[in-house]
T-cell receptor, first 113, second 116 residues
Framework: GQQVMQIPQYQHVQEGEDFTTYCNSS?????IQWYKQRPGGHPVFLIQ???SGEVKKQKRLTFQFGEAKKNSSLHITATQTTDVGTYFC?????????????WGLGTSLAVNP | NAGVTQTPKFQVLKTGQSMTLQCAQD?????MSWYRQDPGMGLRLIHY???????DQGEVPNGYNVSRSTTEDFPLRLLSAAPSQTSVYFC???????????????FGQGTRLTVV
């Protein structure tokens, strides 16, 4: 079945450094959703991308959808300790009653103050 | 709105015991699902439902049952708990739509289950 690969699995950065996580697929994606899960918390929706080449920003977070719709990235500028957590990408497979989110394994971000 | 409410937050079971994890949402979402989360394994889908009276299996359904008698509730039943079911369980809900937009999942706070 369709899968999404997420890299890296872990990332340690110093506060103030930038961070990027990538979500890749061997097949064309119709959409990508991004979620953040704080340690001990639950996943929280951040954004959805559907258009080829789409770029969306949320303050220090920049989300991109590749031109070929086979990859996506989340970039955080000047990380803060509040950015700590695991970032997941997920593909919505929507076909009638067969509707599922296909999840990447996530990238865990640690930020040293 | 309370969103998605899961109970209990923590549970310890003995091997062989059964129990029900409760999930309720007040957003009138048709789609509800159960995931388990284990270290390094991401989120794995156990069961899901596209509406009252309709349920289907996810990728790891063995040892779990679900039912959906109302739009609001989607309980997950562990039939005979095993140590391999030690995990964090999340319930999620979303709108059911043929479109791609407005399909974000709303998660409950999670249930941390230990089977000894």
């Amino acid at each position: 079945g369709q899968q999404v690969m997420q890299i890296p699995q872990y990332q340690h950065v110093q506060e103030g450094e930038d961070f990027t996580t990538y979500c890749n697929s061997s097949t064309t994606l119709s959409n990508i959703q991004w979620y953040k899960q704080r340690p001990g918390g639950h996943p929280v929706f951040l954004i959805q991308l559907v258009k080829s080449g789409e770029v969306k920003k949320q303050k220090r977070l920049t989300f991109q959808f590749g031109e070929a719709k086979k990859n996506s990235s989340l970039h955080i500028t000047a990380t803060q300790t509040t950015d700590v957590g695991t970032y997941f990408c997920a593909l919505l497979r929507n076909a009638g009653n067969n509707r599922k989110l296909i999840w990447g394994l996530g990238t865990s971000l640690a930020v040293n103050p | 709105n309370a969103g998605v409410t899961q109970t209990p937050k923590f549970q310890v079971l003995k091997t062989g015991q059964s129990m029900t994890l409760q999930c309720a949402q007040d957003m009138n979402h048709e789609y509800m699902s159960w995931y388990r989360q284990d270290p390094g394994m991401g989120l794995r889908l156990i069961h899901y439902s596209v509406g009252a009276g309709i349920t289907d299996q996810g990728e790891v359904p063995n040892g779990y049952n679900v039912s959906r008698s109302t739009t609001e509730d989607f309980p997950l039943r562990l039939l005979s708990a095993a140590p391999s079911q030690t995990s964090v369980y999340f319930c999620a809900s979303s709108y059911r739509t043929a479109a791609v937009l407005n399909t974000e999942a709303f998660f409950g706070q999670g249930t941390r289950l230990t089977v000894v």
